[in-house]
């Protein structure tokens, strides 16, 4: 039992350590800043994004009320709009991704769509908006949507 508890001492005193340090860093990085603003010759501050999300690529060539939301790929394979329905109810969106972009809506099974690209898993397709008939959309699906209706996956 002593055992443990200095164990638990060590580990706590270790984590109150890196507090310390952590608000001395802080104060430094903040002292350091309010002196370069100070000076006349700073220089700019260089911020990275994280992984940016693809230009739109000949978002044009649709009709598409949405089309310059949707990301487009130099490497999607073109498959001319392939006629085609939805098997499995199924999100549409903006980029071929469940960790990225937006999600459009969900399509129902049955829905007819035209297949317009492909990129890896994922299907580029152009369908009515259920909300407004007179209305195409345009959105990424994952390839499972159209999997036969025996197979039951679900989406990432």
């Known amino acids: 039992m002593t055992k443990r508890i200095a164990t638990v001492v060590v580990v706590l005193a270790a984590l109150v350590a890196c507090e310390e340090k952590k608000a001395t860093t802080t104060t430094t990085t903040a002292t350091a800043t309010t002196t370069a603003t100070a000076t ?10 994280p992984r940016p999300l693809p230009t739109i690529v000949d978002a044009s060539s649709f009709s598409a009320a949405n089309a310059s939301d949707v990301a487009r790929y130099d490497n999607e394979k073109s498959l001319a709009g392939v006629d085609d329905k939805i098997n499995h109810d199924m999100r549409v969106r903006t980029v071929p991704s469940t960790k990225e972009g937006d999600v459009i809506l969900a399509l129902r ?8 690209a492909k990129r890896g898993q994922w299907f580029l397709i152009t369908f009515v908006d ?3 008939k007179s209305r195409t959309l345009l959105g990424w699906t994952w390839d499972q949507a159209f999997a036969p209706l025996d197979a039951s996956t679900e989406e990432p």
Not at 40 to 49: G, I, K, N
């Open 40 to 49: 006349a010759t700073t220089r700019p501050t260089v911020v990275s994004s």
């Open 109 to 116: 099974a049955g829905t007819p769509v035209k297949k317009v």
């Open 130 to 132: 259920p909300k407004d």
